[in-house]
Nanobody
Framework: VQLQASGGGLVQAGGSLRLSCAAS????????ILWYRQAPGKEREEVSG????????YYNSFVRGRFTVSRDHAKNMVYLQLDRLTPGDTAVYYC????????????WGQGTQVTVSS
């Protein structure tokens, strides 16, 4: 199973982007989704997650109310709305699929570059 994140781009500080996570077939609805990011020279870090039902969400503390994760079961898609972006948010963003209870992420995929200029 291959996941694909999309929607990245170049924005100015304070701007917004909406990232999407898709997968072949209709498998996304069967899994919790975790967004994570990796900037050059830095460790990978978790950003946000949503459980399979869409009822429970997770945000890393650095998000501070700026990002919103959601999912559309009808479209088999998961989204990450990025608002009030700062240059510190510059990274490649990825989505992964797995289990919410165990926090084990089974499927990974291609990322999308987010670049925030000052």
């Amino acid at each position: 199973v291959q996941l694909q994140a999309s929607g990245g781009g170049l924005v100015q500080a304070g701007g917004s982007l909406r990232l999407s996570c898709a997968a072949s077939g209709s498998i996304l609805n069967n899994y919790a989704i975790l967004w994570y990011r990796q900037a050059p020279g830095k460790e990978r870090e978790e950003v946000s997650g949503i459980d399979r039902s869409g009822t429970s969400t997770y945000y890393n503390s650095f998000v501070r109310g700026r990002f919103t994760v959601s999912r559309d079961h009808a479209k088999n898609m998961v989204y990450l709305q990025l608002d009030r972006l700062t240059p510190g948010d510059t990274a490649v963003y990825y989505c992964s699929a797995g289990d919410w209870q165990s926090w084990l992420w089974k499927f990974w995929g291609q990322g999308t570059q987010v670049t925030v200029s000052s």
